[in-house]
T-cell receptor, first 116, second 114 residues
Framework: GAVVSQHPSWVICKSGTSVKIECRSLDFQATTMFWYRQFPKQSLMLMATSNEGSKATYEQGVEKDKFLINHASLTLSTLTVTSAHPEDSSFYIC????????????FGQGTRLTVV | QKEVEQNSGPLSVPEGAIASLNCTYSDRGSQSFFWYRQYSGKSPELIMFIYSNGDKEDGRFTAQLNKASQYVSLLIRDSQPSDSATYLCAVKVGAADSGYALNFGKGTSLLVTP
């Protein structure tokens, strides 16, 4: 159990367009999900905390109007990169908190975004 | 900015040897520590977590925590070529009921040579 599915695994988009990434908890409910970004040879950096039914909490330096997060159900959070630019190209990873397994967060498989 | 520091490596060890990976953290109030393994292009996989000072063993892996020195390490015994990956040290941030957001180090690249 405790599977987190992220879709798509990779996406290429044109500069100026928007891309939506989905994060689903398949076999558990996740009131809280987290979105990370990882540039090559860099650490995972927390972008925002997504809470079901409420507004996301963004980390300092992350533009909330550019990275739109929606957590409309207990099993789905979406991250939309709006007006994407080449510098947004990165590996985006979500994780979900399992309500009954408090010792770890479960990660999705990640989404490789390339903006051309 | 609360930091998690790791030597980027690469750390090269021969097959069968012990690999020792180190991590320091700046937030003295940190309580929960995690080691993840990440293969290139993949998301992190949890290896171990540790809360208490001392050693915690799980199979070939041993995590060591010294809160006074703000230091956590991971030992991998009988290293295998399949252990070659980047190892990420992570520290939980936020309050106990705030979920499990993690502050990651940049990772140490481990290469186990046959």
């Amino acid at each position: 159990g405790a599977v987190v599915s992220q879709h798509p695994s990779w996406v290429i988009c044109k500069s100026g367009t928007s891309v939506k990434i989905e994060c689903r908890s398949l076999d558990f409910q996740a009131t809280t999900m987290f979105w990370y970004r990882q540039f090559p040879k860099q650490s995972l950096m927390l972008m925002a905390t997504s809470n079901e039914g409420s507004k996301a909490t963004y980390e300092q330096g992350v533009e909330k109007d550019k990275f739109l997060i929606n957590h409309a159900s207990l099993t789905l959070s979406t991250l939309t990169v709006t007006s994407a630019h080449p510098e947004d190209s990165s590996f985006y990873i979500c994780s979900a908190k399992h309500s009954q397994k408090n010792y770890e967060a479960f990660f999705g498989q990640g989404t490789r975004l390339t903006v051309v | 900015q609360k930091e998690v520091e790791q030597n980027s490596g690469p750390l090269s060890v021969p097959e069968g040897a012990i690999a020792s990976l180190n991590c320091t953290y700046s937030d003295r109030g940190s309580q929960s520590f995690f080691w993840y393994r990440q293969y290139s292009g993949k998301s992190p996989e949890l290896i171990m977590f540790i809360y208490s000072n001392g050693d915690k063993e799980d199979g070939r892996f041993t995590a060591q925590l010294n809160k006074a020195s703000q230091y956590v390490s991971l030992l991998i015994r009988d290293s295998q070529p399949s252990d070659s990956a980047t190892y990420l040290c992570a520290v939980k941030v936020g309050a106990a009921d705030s979920g499990y957001a993690l502050n990651f180090g940049k990772g140490t690249s481990l290469l186990v040579t046959p």
